[in-house]
C-alpha cells in the first residue's frame, strides 16, 4: 500500500513538515492568542490547533505515500466483468474507445480513464495528475484523501493566519514595528500565500469530482480517445452532482468506467 519513505520524495516530504513546525513554533512563541491561552492555563485552543496540524501531516503522508492506484498486471477480469472475451473485443472496430489499450511504456492494459506518469513510472487508475509537492500520483486510490489533506490543510493555514495576526504588537514608527514584528510578518506573508494556493487547489478538485472529471481529462480533453468524440460539454462519466460527490467520497474499490461510459450513451462516431 505505502511506497519507500526514503524514496526521491524524501527531502521534499522533509521540507514539508519541517516547515509546518517551525510555522507553528513561530506561533507559539511570538504574543499571539495561542501562546496567551497557553500562559493563561486555557489549553484547549492550543491542543485543538496542534492537533490540527498533526493531522494535516499525517494526512499528506497518507497521499504521499499511498499507492494511487498503479496498474500492476493485466486486467483480464474487468474484460469478463463486463461481459466482454477476446473475441468480442477483436469484434469492436477500432474506432471504439472500449478496446484496452496497451501502454507504450510498461506495456500493461490501460483501464478506461487510466494514464502512464513519467514520473511514477506506472499507469495509474483514474489518473488525475502527477503533484511534485506530494511526490506522488492522485489518482483512483488516493484522490478523496487528496482533497481531504487540502480540506484540513486549507482549515490550519487560515487559523494559522489568524494567530498570526493576533500576534501583531503596535509600534511608535515602522522601522520598530518591522523589528518587533519582522519574523510574525513573514510568517503570515508565507501563511497567506500557501493558503491561498490550497484554496485554489481545493476549489478546483471539488469543481472536478462534482461533474466527475479529473484534471488530466479537463485540461487535455481534445486528445484522449475516449472524450475527443464527445460534444464539447458532455461527459460521459457524469451521473449528477450528488451522486458524483457521494461515489467519490463514500464508495470504496475500482470502478469499471468502460460500463458508465457506455451506459450514459456517448457515442464515439
Not at 527531502?11 to 513561530?26: D, G, M, Q
Not at 472536478?208 to 484522449?224: G, K, P, Q
Request: proline letters at 3%; hydrophobic letters at 45%.
Amino acid at each position: 500500500m505505502f511506497k519507500n519513505v526514503f524514496g526521491s520524495g524524501f527531502l521534499v516530504r522533509t521540507a514539508h513538515v519541517v516547515l509546518t513546525w517551525v510555522i507553528t513554533l513561530i506561533l507559539f512563541l511570538h504574543d499571539t492568542d495561542l501562546r496567551r491561552e497557553e500562559e493563561a492555563g486555557r489549553l484547549a485552543l492550543p491542543v485543538i490547533f496542534v492537533l490540527l496540524v498533526l493531522l494535516s501531516v499525517l494526512l499528506y503522508f497518507a497521499v504521499s505515500l499511498m499507492d494511487p492506484g498503479f496498474v500492476l498486471a493485466d486486467d483480464c477480469d474487468l474484460q469478463f466483468a463486463l461481459g466482454f472475451t477476446e473475441e468480442h473485443l477483436d469484434m469492436i472496430p477500432q474506432s471504439k474507445p472500449l478496446r484496452l489499450r496497451r501502454c507504450g511504456h510498461c506495456l500493461l492494459q490501460q483501464p478506461m480513464r487510466s494514464k502512464h506518469c513519467q514520473t511514477c513510472q506506472h499507469c495509474v487508475r483514474r489518473y488525475d495528475h502527477h503533484c511534485p509537492w506530494i511526490e506522488n500520483c492522485v489518482g483512483e486510490r488516493n484522490h478523496r484523501w487528496f482533497v481531504l489533506y487540502l480540506a484540513v490543510q486549507f482549515i490550519v493555514l487560515l487559523w494559522g493566519l489568524h494567530m498570526t495576526w493576533s500576534g501583531f504588537s503596535n509600534a511608535s514608527t515602522w522601522q520598530v514595528w518591522l523589528k518587533a514584528n519582522g519574523v510574525l510578518l513573514a510568517t503570515g506573508t508565507m501563511v497567506a500565500l500557501l493558503a491561498l494556493t490550497v484554496l485554489l487547489l481545493l476549489g478546483s478538485h471539488l469543481y472536478l469530482v462534482s461533474v466527475n472529471t479529473t484534471t488530466w481529462e479537463f485540461m487535455s480533453r481534445h486528445r484522449i480517445s475516449y472524450l475527443k468524440h464527445c460534444g464539447t460539454d458532455e461527459n460521459p462519466f457524469d451521473r449528477g452532482t450528488l451522486r458524483n460527490l457521494w461515489s467519490f467520497f463514500c464508495m470504496w474499490g475500482s470502478v469499471a468506467w468502460e460500463q458508465v461510459y457506455f451506459r450514459q450513451g456517448c457515442d464515439p462516431t
